[in-house]
């Protein structure tokens, strides 16, 4: 009779959020290589090298409208839409396992690599040439990406929150967050908030909060259920207050500020271009 006994079930182990930890860490390291993808851009290859990357208006090279992503201005531009890149893409991976979405996570983050880049590109070029005929920038930066992160965050937590909640609930939350993100752009740019879209803004946050509520009213829930809750409210505020930060950082007051041009046309089109990338991805890949 043999005296060995069992080896323990380490299984548990291997996991991180339901995956293979080495999946996971896959992952984590397809992310991490495009940031060292950037920074080796700016500090390998040539000055001149980045210009014929950039997307110049007036010459229009097609194959530009993907690489202007790519190449920044200068080193403070570079780390500014790293930083940003880095926070928005963990946290919405990190939200997408909550979900058991990896694979989503996984087809939206290549589209928003190689389609966003050009969408937000064409929209930003057919947006100036409307309204600035005769100015002829030159585009460059990751920034719209950055904001498509965080278009795809907003959809993430959307999805997410569905799995617990009714599509009522996740309509006012969406709601909720979209008024927020727009009284925040009104404040910035208004230079002054009249009485009627102060209380318009204010008006649609209390229904929007009116509604989550009204979905509780007439039912009895355990402590669990009030546990849940909780921890799905600070983890949403959380959400909402990265990306309130992110609107910030992206539209800034004076655009054309300290001699360079900040744009935002770009910027916004990412963010509303990103969320629709990855509820097409979610749509058309659906399991």
């Known amino acids: 009779m043999s005296d060995a006994t069992a080896a323990p079930d380490r299984s548990t182990d291997s996991q991180a959020f339901g995956y293979p930890r080495s999946v996971v860490a896959a992952d984590l390291t397809a992310i991490a290589v495009v940031g060292v993808v950037l920074v080796a851009i700016q500090f390998l290859l040539p000055a001149a090298f980045h210009e014929r990357l950039a997307f110049d208006h007036a010459a229009f090279g097609p194959a530009t409208l993907l690489t202007a992503a790519y190449v920044h201005a200068g080193t403070e531009h570079l780390l500014s839409n790293l930083g940003g890149y880095v926070s928005l893409s963990l946290v919405t991976y990190l939200v997408c396992l909550h979900a058991d979405r990896r694979t989503w996570f996984r087809r939206t983050f ?3 690599l190689v389609a966003l880049p050009v969408v937000v590109n064409l929209t930003s070029y057919a947006i100036l040439e409307t309204r600035f005929p005769g100015a002829s920038p030159v585009s460059r930066g990751f920034s719209g990406v950055v904001a498509g992160f965080g278009g795809f965050l907003l959809v993430a937590v959307a999805v997410h ?7 009522e ?3 006012f939350v969406g709601q909720f967050a979209v008024l927020l993100l727009f009284g925040e752009l009104l404040w910035i ?3 002054r908030v009249t009485l009627l879209e102060g209380a318009a803004v204010l008006g649609g946050l209390a229904l929007a909060v009116s509604g989550i509520v009204s979905r509780t009213r007439g039912r009895t829930f355990g402590d ?3 546990q849940q809750v909780g921890l799905d409210l600070l983890y949403v505020s959380l959400v909402f207050s990265l990306l309130v930060w992110l609107v910030f950082g992206l539209f800034p007051a004076d655009p054309i500020a300290h ?10 089109a990412g963010f509303v271009e990103g969320g629709l990338l990855a509820a097409l991805t979610l749509v058309v890949f659906r399991p």
Do not use: E, K, M, P
Request: a positive charge.
């Open 259 to 268: 001699g360079t041009f900040t744009n935002i046309f770009a910027h916004g």
């Open 161 to 167: 929150l569905r799995q617990s909640y009714s599509r």
């Open 224 to 226: 669990d259920h009030y």
């Open 169 to 171: 609930t996740v309509f």
């Open 189 to 191: 740019y208004a230079g």
């Open 110 to 112: 290549l589209a928003l």
